[in-house]
């Protein structure tokens, strides 16, 4: 198994682990009921995706 020759700068590690970042997602409004849901998903408010009933929810009252 090879092993490194020299030790990696503190600095070098973190050059490298400079892209690890949290992605911001991306939210969009359902055209159907107005609410902020992710993008190619069903909405969670309504059920709804791209014009059709995909599941039906049951609303507390």
Excluded: F
């Excluded at 020759?5 to 690890?20: E, Q, V, Y």
């Excluded at 190619?40 to 929810?57: A, D, F, L, N, S």
């Amino acid at each position: 198994m090879a092993l490194p020759k020299k030790r990696t700068s503190s600095s070098k590690g973190k050059k490298r682990r400079t892209h690890w970042k949290i992605q911001k997602i991306d939210l969009i409004i359902c055209p159907n009921c107005g609410h902020k849901m992710r993008r190619h998903r069903v909405c969670p408010e309504c059920g709804q995706y791209r014009g059709k009933e995909m599941i039906t929810i049951k609303k507390e009252v």
